[in-house]
């Protein structure tokens, strides 16, 4: 069974940087696509940055240079670590990866703000 668990989030900000960690269970993130979405109040959920099975990376136009996705395969977990951060990027961050079907994790709020 395939689970994902996300941690890091939290309340920073402006300007500040934080890092998500998406632990994986029931499949391997080094050769499976990886992604982290984004869901903000009212909105809906959007890609943010994710590793495709070829291991090659995209990110959203918005968060690119601010955004790095990243993965430690020994841990099976992929981050992402974010930047220069803004009050529009609060919002639940989830991590995602399609295997027969979509999974997801439970997302962990980020809130930036003075």
């Known amino acids: 069974q395939v689970q994902l668990v996300e941690s890091g989030g939290g309340l920073v900000q402006p300007g500040g940087s934080l890092r998500l960690s998406c632990a994986a269970s029931?499949?391997?993130?080094?050769?499976?696509?990886m992604g982290w979405y984004r869901q903000a109040p009212g909105k809906e959920r959007e890609l943010v940055a994710a590793?495709?099975?070829?291991?090659?990376?995209r990110y959203a136009d918005s968060m690119k240079g601010r955004f790095t996705i990243s993965r430690d395969n020994a841990k099976n977990t992929v981050y992402l670590q974010m930047n220069s951060l803004k009050p529009e990027d609060t919002a639940v961050y989830y991590c995602n990866t399609f295997h027969r079907m979509d999974y997801w994790g439970k997302g962990t709020l980020v809130t930036v703000s003075s």
């Open positions: 029931g499949i391997i993130v080094s050769i499976n696509r």
């Open positions: 590793f495709t099975i070829g291991g090659s990376t």
